[in-house]
């Protein structure tokens, strides 16, 4: 199978391809890259890779199209890919948008955590897309991490939210919890250090078990001590609207760029 992808330097496209060569999924020869600052002598340590000329270059000489650009460079990359299956990254770029490619669409939804082998990408397939195109993107999207497949295209802007955040509302905490640890006198490299304590070891002991956050969230309540006054704090001050919040507006966000494409 020959893949070409369209972005292949950026964030997403990068670490794609990156997972794709070094997890054996693909072979360089397998390869059709685009990306707007032209071809590279060398791509993740290797040479024999195709770099188009143009898309169109790119969809001629390709079987499966991933599409990493940013949602507003989408109307201006021309795509047309008849007879091709397509598999949009894209934010907000829904598939009656997509369709104007003639491609057989699947939307995914990676994040930045893709970089260490890690995302989680959930996708949804339109119309058209066959039991074969699935295993094709469940193929490619192990290069990046894990998926499920969605049975709604409005749960792409969900999880556009929520995964496709990745590391930052991790990063917001950390710099919040810093931040504290500072403004109380420790200095700066402890500071951060005791928030990656938080943030970084305390997801650790929740990774693979994640469904047990409520026994273990009970359990320090049960605890009464420090950090059960901690977290009746955090709530009362609005830690789950905030969390709300931020999670609407993101959602928000994607649903208003499928409205009004740019
Ligand atoms: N970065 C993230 O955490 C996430 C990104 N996404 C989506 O993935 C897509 C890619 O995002 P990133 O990798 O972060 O963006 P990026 O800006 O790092 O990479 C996009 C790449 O596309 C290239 N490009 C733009 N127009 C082009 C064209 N006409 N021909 C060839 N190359 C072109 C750019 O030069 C750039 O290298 C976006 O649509 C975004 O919504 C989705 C989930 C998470
Ligand atoms: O912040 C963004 O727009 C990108 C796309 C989805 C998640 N991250």
């Known amino acids: 199978m020959k893949l070409g992808i369209i972005g292949a330097t950026g964030w997403l496209g990068s670490a794609l391809g990156a997972g794709l060569l070094s997890r054996g999924i693909l072979q360089p020869g397998d390869l059709v890259l685009l990306n707007r600052s032209g071809p590279r002598p060398d791509y993740h340590g290797h040479a024999d890779v195709t770099w188009a000329r143009d898309v169109a270059d790119l ?9 990493s650009v940013r949602p507003e460079d989408w109307p201006g990359l ?3 890919a008849e007879g ?3 598999l949009s990254f894209m934010a907000g770029v829904d598939a009656a948008t997509l369709a104007g490619c003639s491609g057989r669409i699947v939307r995914a939804m990676p994040n930045a955590v893709a970089e260490i082998g890690a995302s989680y ?3 949804w397939a339109a119309g058209g897309v066959t039991e074969a195109d699935r295993d094709t993107v469940r193929r490619l999207l192990s290069a990046i991490g894990t998926t499920d497949e969605l049975r709604t295209e409005t749960q792409i802007d969900l999880m556009t939210a ?3 955040s990745g590391a930052a509302y991790p990063a917001l905490m950390a710099v919040a919890m810093a931040g504290f640890m500072r403004a109380q006198g420790v200095c700066e490299p402890i500071a951060w ?16 078990r994640i469904t047990e956050a409520p026994a273990l969230l009970a359990a320090y309540r049960d605890y009464r ?12 001050a609005g830690f789950d609207r905030a969390i ?3 999670l609407s507006a993101a959602t928000e966000k994607a649903r208003r760029m499928a409205a009004s494409p740019a």
């Open 59 to 67: 969809v001629a000489q390709s079987d499966v199209i991933v599409v």
């Open 78 to 80: 021309d795509l047309r």
């Open 84 to 86: 091709r299956l397509v």
């Open 121 to 123: 990408s959930p996708f």
């Open 162 to 164: 929520l995964p496709g």
């Open 193 to 208: 250090r005791a928030a990656e304590a938080a943030v970084i070891g305390g997801a650790r002991l929740l990774e693979g």
């Open 225 to 236: 001590g420090t950090t059960a006054a901690g977290l009746d704090a955090a709530e009362a």
């Open 244 to 246: 709300e919040a931020a």
